[in-house]
Structure formats: C-alpha cells, structure tokens
T-cell receptor, first 115, second 115 residues
Framework: DTGVSQDPRHKITKRGQNVTFRCDPISEHNRLYWYRQTLGQGPEFLTYFQNEAQLEKSRLLSDRFSAERPKGSFSTLEIQRTEQGDSAMYLC?????????????FGSGTQLSVL | KQEVTQIPAALSVPEGENLVLNCSFTDSAIYNLQWFRQDPGKGLTSLLLIQSSQREQTSGRLNASLDKSSGRSTLYIAASQPGDSATYLCAVRRHERNTGNQFYFGTGTSLTVIP
C-alpha cells in the first residue's frame, strides 16, 4: 500500500493554457474522487469514479473540466483554457467499500496557480 | 443538501491542555463520519472513522463521538502537543443508498498548540 499519488505537486500556468493532473489511487481501491480546495475552505466535490465509470460530476465542473479513469486505474483531470479562478489545490482521494466502513485516503494534492 | 459546520474556525491552546473540536451536520441520514487532519499545503490524513451505528472511536490521544440524532460529532484531543497544530476537518458520508458524491466536508478548525 503506497498511498495515493498525485503529480505534479505544483503547477504554475498562464491564463488560457491547458493543464492536466494525474492521480494514482491505492491499487485495490475501486472508487476515486476529485476535490478542489481553496484557502480556508473544506474540499469541494468535483467528480467521482467507480472503476472506470464516471458516476457523478458537480455542477461546479464547467465544460472546461474533464476527467478520465481509463481501465479503472489512474485518473487524469484536465482543465482547458485556465482562468485565474481555477487557482486552487486539486485533491484526489480513493476508497473501497468495506463492511466496517468506507474510509477516504487522500493524495498530497496538486497546487495550481494561474497567472 | 447536507451542510457541515465546524466551530470554532480557529483555536489556540497552551501545550498540555485537553480540547474539543465540534462538527455539526444538518441531515442525520448519514452512513459514517470521518475526521481528518490537514497540514498547510498538504493533503488530508484520516484520523478516525465512526459508523452511524457507533457512538465513539478512539485512537491514542484522540476520541471522536457521534450523536446522529442531534447532528453532532466532537473530536477530543487529550494532552495537546505542538505537533497537533494543524487544521482538523470532519466529513459526513451520506447513506449508501445514494450513489455518486458521498462526502460532505466542513471548513475545518485551525488548531495552534503553543509550547
């Protein structure tokens, strides 16, 4: 169990550019979540995968955002035509349902700064 | 929609003091509640998970309680240490019948333990 990995840790980009983040969940976990967090706030749900199926997307997720999870393993989150308001920490979490409960495990996040 | 509130937003205590952090939620139909710790610029680390059928969970100096009917949870930290300084967040998981986004987060309590 190597934990949830996210890459890159930091990304600085200019407004209008596209960015892509990667998340590698814990290998046995079939559920994967993307969250966005701004300073002083709790994580805000973006999207959720169960295996390779994207089961829910937040209304906050504009058409500039897209996420994939091919083959139900790693996931990517792409933001097209970035805006300054996209600056935030993007967090990935994974989980697996067990009878004792579903515990979320988070990665270290990708800090995005849009200039 | 589930609303999760954490009070206080910030707390400063001298080393050695016992303290209580509060989390309240509006919809009592939850599946479980999880407490997390977040250090600045980092992801979230799971501390304790309480199932809806449980009243409390303990891990070391931490004790979390759950009163589902009143929509409250508390995190008790005994004999606080400077290393406990971090932001503490609670997240409630809605009932398993629902699919998609499962977790709702509070905005956290920022704890500072003064040596």
């Amino acid at each position: 169990d190597t934990g949830v990995s996210q890459d890159p840790r930091h990304k600085i980009t200019k407004r209008g550019q596209n960015v892509t983040f990667r998340c590698d969940p814990i290998s046995e976990h079939n559920r994967l979540y993307w969250y966005r967090q701004t300073l002083g706030q709790g994580p805000e749900f973006l999207t959720y995968f169960q295996n390779e199926a994207q089961l829910e997307k937040s209304r906050l997720l504009s058409d500039r955002f897209s996420a994939e999870r091919p083959k139900g393993s790693f996931s990517t989150l792409e933001i097209q035509r970035t805006e300054q308001g996209d600056s935030a920490m993007y967090l990935c979490a994974s989980s697996i349902y067990r009878t004792e409960g579903e515990k979320l495990f988070f990665g270290s996040g990708t800090q995005l700064s849009v200039l | 929609k589930q609303e999760v509130t954490q009070i206080p937003a910030a707390l400063s205590v001298p080393e050695g003091e016992n303290l209580v952090l509060n989390c309240s939620f509006t919809d009592s139909a939850i599946y479980n509640l999880q407490w997390f710790r977040q250090d600045p610029g980092k992801g979230l680390t799971s501390l304790l998970l309480i199932q809806s059928s449980q009243r409390e969970q303990t891990s070391g100096r931490l004790n979390a309680s759950l009163d589902k009917s009143s929509g409250r949870s508390t995190l008790y930290i005994a004999a606080s240490q400077p290393g406990d300084s971090a932001t503490y967040l609670c997240a409630v998981r809605r009932h398993e019948r629902n699919t998609g986004n499962q977790f709702y987060f509070g905005t956290g309590t920022s704890l500072t333990v003064i040596p």
